[in-house]
């Protein structure tokens, strides 16, 4: 990969994860604004995940015919930003529905061909371990900056300037998206059942499962950590600089991810992660102070990034060459698709019924479920029987 094709997906981890990082902290509180209650704001929040659940799959599948990945991404990087546009004709809040609907659907696609793209790049020139993490730190980089300096313009300004942020990030993503390039993939014709044949690979179920109860586990924080901290205090620039911190701490583990993927296997690697998970999530329920929390935020550094990297590793096992868009795809529609929208609509049940450190129960007892199910993989040499 040369320099200015890194510099091209570096871009473009860091424009989508920037849209990300005006999401996940501030969507919440501009639709809190806007007069919604909480019920409301986790049902149009968990379009972020429903729209995950089919969206990835059919974009990946149209991937895979068409052999073009970077084609599909430049189409839907330049739609997403035309339907993002119409946020300033909204009012009623089924108006509100069908736009996260509409534009999530269209978003779902860019980061599993964006990754897969990536990855197919990286594995042609044998470089995986030692720049994908490099080059995907640009996203959280990017996160980074996004919560930052929002979170200082609505402390300073308004949260009613969310759109306007919303479309310069979104608008700067389809430009770029003109400069992405992957090799040549092989054009080969699907064969009929070959997914299913890996499917049925108990290992790559038990795999998927565990995934799912990850994503499920998190959607507590990226639902309702934002309310959480709020409820405790915090301002909009603080509650930013939480955020910030955990993302801080996955850039550091992107950064020396090679030392980490060449000394460990993958499955060990899930395993701390999700018990790192249970940890972080007890510590936010229980012990809401200030320096426990900065801790957990710490600990996003193994529940996401350690995730990631060895989940997108442990993945390119099973879905080769003309599956690949697929696997990364059917990764983010059961992980992201259902744990995300389970996920959040259960710790919004539980907000509303109990009390919102349960959200956090809830989210540790997944991760315990999740550690589980990544142990039932058989040891290596058997799988590759």
Not at 182 to 190: A, C, D, I, N
Not at 233 to 261: M, P, T
Not at 263 to 272: G, K, S
Request: aromatic letters at 18%.
């Amino acid at each position: 990969m040369t320099p200015s094709l890194r510099w091209a997906f570096g871009s473009f981890f860091f424009l989508y994860f920037a849209y990300v990082g005006l999401v996940s902290p501030y969507a919440s509180l501009f639709f809190l604004e806007r007069g919604f209650s909480v019920i409301e704001i986790a049902v149009l929040m968990s379009m972020l995940q429903i729209t995950r659940i089919i969206g990835p799959f059919s974009w990946g599948w149209l991937s895979d015919f068409l052999s073009n990945r970077v084609g599909i991404i430049r189409f839907c990087a330049c739609f997403a930003a035309l339907v993002f546009l119409s946020i300033y004709f909204l009012q009623s809040y089924i108006s509100f529905f069908i736009w996260m609907f509409v534009l999530h659907t269209i978003l779902s696609s860019l980061m599993p061909l964006g990754e897969s793209a990536t990855v197919h790049a990286l594995f042609k020139d044998n470089s995986f371990d030692k720049r994908y993490g490099r080059l995907r730190l640009w996203g959280s980089l990017g996160f980074i900056f996004m919560v930052l300096t929002a979170g200082e313009l609505f402390q300073r300004k308004s949260i009613e300037l969310y759109p306007a942020v919303g479309a310069i990030v979104l608008v700067s993503l389809a430009l770029v998206t003109f400069l992405l390039h992957e090799p040549k993939m092989e054009r080969r014709k699907m064969v009929k059942g070959e997914l299913l044949v890996v499917l049925l690979n108990p290992d790559v179920r038990w795999f998927l499962i565990s995934g799912f109860f990850m994503v499920f586990a998190h959607a507590a924080l990226y639902v309702f950590y934002s309310l959480y901290l709020a409820n405790l205090g915090y301002d909009k620039f603080q509650i930013g600089l939480f955020w910030a911190l955990g993302v801080f701490a996955e850039v550091i583990f992107f950064y020396f991810q090679s030392k980490v993927l060449s000394r460990l296997d993958a499955e060990v690697i899930l395993q701390a992660a999700f018990g790192i998970g249970v940890i972080r999530f007890i510590l936010i329920a229980f012990l809401p102070t200030t320096s426990i929390l900065i801790f957990a935020q710490v600990l996003h550094a193994g529940t996401f990034a350690a995730h990631h990297s060895a989940a997108t590793k442990l993945l390119q096992r099973w879905f080769t060459g003309p599956l690949q868009a697929r696997g990364q795809a059917l990764m983010a529609t059961v992980s992201y698709g259902l744990g995300g929208t389970i996920g959040g609509l259960c710790a919004g049940w539980i907000w509303e019924l109990s009390q919102p450190r349960d959200v956090f129960v809830m989210a540790a007892f997944a991760c315990g479920l999740a550690g589980m199910a990544i142990q039932k993989l058989r040891p290596r040499h058997y799988q590759s029987r």
